[in-house]
């Protein structure tokens, strides 16, 4: 049988503002570029080290002159060598782990190991991003 918020009526109360103990009102996800704005906040506060994982991207894309062929050898090391577990408590399951704590441990959610290939095709040399 399906959870009771499938099959019962039920009142869902969203909250797209409030006054916080100065007056001041304070939006919250009132609109979809709101929730966007959070996510672009988390992203921009990892701390973001390519000295691990600068060597690793020369190595793996060295002798190879054709540079839209370098993403490939990139992305398949990341998809064989990182192992995904999606662990997510707190603020992790919003917020991707470093890369370079990605690279390390070998092992990342969906966001770290995006932010990881985002940070080893920065290093090699392309306009990548986070979507």
């Not at 691990?52 to 020369?58: D, F, G, T």
Request: aromatic share 12%; proline share 3%.
């Amino acid at each position: 049988m399906q959870g009771s918020s499938f099959i019962y009526q039920h009142v869902l109360l969203l909250s797209k503002s409030f006054k916080d103990n100065k007056g001041v009102t304070q939006r919250l996800f009132k609109e979809t570029k709101d929730l966007y704005s959070w996510y672009a906040k988390l992203v921009s506060e990892v701390t973001i080290d390519t000295a691990p994982i600068k060597e690793k991207v020369a190595e793996i894309t060295t002798g190879i002159t054709d540079k839209n062929e370098q993403v490939k050898p990139i992305y398949y090391w990341v998809q064989d060598h990182i192992k995904y577990i999606a662990f997510e408590e707190g603020i992790a399951g919003f917020q991707p782990d470093e890369p370079q704590n990605v690279y390390n441990k070998r092992y990342g959610d969906c966001k770290g190991m995006a932010i990881l290939l985002k940070t080893m095709l920065v290093e090699a040399g392309f306009d990548a991003r986070l979507v």
